[in-house]
């Protein structure tokens, strides 16, 4: 017992000791108010782009079925991830054999096309295989060297991609005379899989050896390329979604996200609503609004639509720090930090919030917290130009006595 009560006197003279030390070494501290009056800290920018619909699981996704993306949405993917690949034929011509080839056999040329993307590094080539094999996915390579199949043309060579694809997951023979080399020896040597892997997960570790995240890395590839932009094509399709599916909600926002990056921001807001009148506690839909909200100025709708967002979610990390943001450009600043902390709580490493909490605390002109907020900012992050100014700024007014 004594030994313990002994213990005890010694922590807790240690502690006393440390919160001297730490009241000493805040005692050295001190702020030239009349230069903080003089600068200006800078806000961190809002978390988060418009958030698209994904309603599918990578693991049911079929190799089977029909397109989701367009051929102009594809064209613009490769051409943005590639000016300048190395075709036999033009982007357009490439995209549009493969709607042709794919369509006919029933195999989604889409998400085929992402594959081909996969194996041909967009066309940039760089290993075995050559341009003027015209082999988009690989056929006969198997490493040192061997550069596989060769096809007379572009047609050939997403032909025989088509149909290859079509031997792992259909027992049905191509609709054309067959051009995949390697088509009859799946059929001969691995009855194992002909026709027996129907969905894009399915070719982990058949494909490509050992592949092990193979056809979640094409479908990365397939929601990517799905994404919508500000261009002609995307709001082209987006009106189309509109039009004919019948996941309304989710065409809406895909819209609302097209008219978002055309900077049509009170359309955007329109279509989200449009989606939330659908479906009313959709989180995506929920979240993009706020932002067009935003855009538009109507801070109060903005968060009225956050708090509605995070009585849904309360771990919508974005959210809370947004919702911080919109409070603290209305000078709520209590509410600010409150929301700020709920976001560091779910998400620890974020300097952006510390320094927006420093901002707050510098409007009230507590410049002890300022200062404490900014270090924290800046010890999470060297490399955050906006933490890096506030930081230099507000270390000029800091002097710290000898």
């Not at 490509?208 to 390329?225: F, K, R, S, T």
Request: glycine share 6%; aromatic share 10%.
């Amino acid at each position: 017992m004594k030994k313990f009560l002994s213990l005890v006197l010694i922590l807790m003279f240690i502690l006393s000791l440390t919160a001297c030390a730490d009241a000493a070494k805040k005692s050295k501290i001190k702020f030239n108010k009349k230069q903080l009056k003089k600068i200006e800290l800078v806000e961190s920018p809002s978390h988060g782009e418009p958030m698209i619909i994904l309603r599918e699981n990578y693991s049911d996704v079929p190799i089977m079925g029909e397109a989701v993306a367009t051929q102009a949405q594809m064209v613009n993917y490769i051409n943005k991830r590639n000016p300048n690949p190395k075709l036999n034929c033009s982007v357009e011509e490439l995209v549009h054999l493969y709607y042709v080839e794919a369509e006919r056999e029933g195999i989604r040329p889409d998400i085929a096309i992402c594959q081909a993307i996969k194996e041909t590094g967009v066309w940039n080539y760089g290993g075995d295989v050559i341009p003027e094999q015209n082999n988009y996915c690989g056929l006969g390579t198997t490493g040192g060297g061997v550069k596989g199949e060769f096809f007379a043309t572009p047609q050939l060579g997403a032909r025989a991609h088509i149909q290859h694809l079509l031997s792992y997951t259909s027992k049905r023979p191509p609709k054309v005379e067959v051009v995949d080399p390697r088509y009859e020896l799946i059929k001969k040597f691995r009855p194992q899989i002909f026709g027996k892997l129907t969905k894009w997960t399915d070719l982990n570790g058949v494909w490509a050896v050992p592949g092990n995240h193979y056809g979640e890395d094409i479908l990365n590839l397939w929601m990517q390329a799905q994404m919508p932009d500000g261009s002609d094509a995307s709001l082209d399709a987006a009106n189309l979604k509109v039009l004919l599916e019948d996941d309304k909600a989710a065409a809406y926002v895909y819209r609302g996200i097209v008219n978002f990056e055309r900077e049509d921001f009170y359309g955007s807001a329109d279509d989200f609503q449009a989606a939330l009148d659908v479906e009313s506690e959709l989180k995506e839909a929920l979240f993009d609004l706020a932002l067009a909200q935003e855009k538009i100025n109507k801070l109060d709708d903005a968060i009225k639509t956050y708090d509605t967002l995070l009585a849904i979610d309360e771990k919508f990390v974005d959210g809370w720090y947004n919702r911080g943001r919109l409070k603290l450009a209305k000078n709520d600043f209590k509410g600010a930090i409150s929301d700020y902390e709920s976001s560091l709580a779910i998400e620890t490493i974020n300097a952006d919030a510390y320094n927006d909490i420093a901002l707050a605390y510098f409007r009230q002109k507590n410049y002890e917290e300022t200062w404490n907020y900014i270090q924290k900012a800046a010890a999470q992050s060297t490399t955050n130009a906006v933490v890096k100014e506030n930081y230099e700024k507000f270390a000029a007014c800091v002097k710290v006595k000898k």
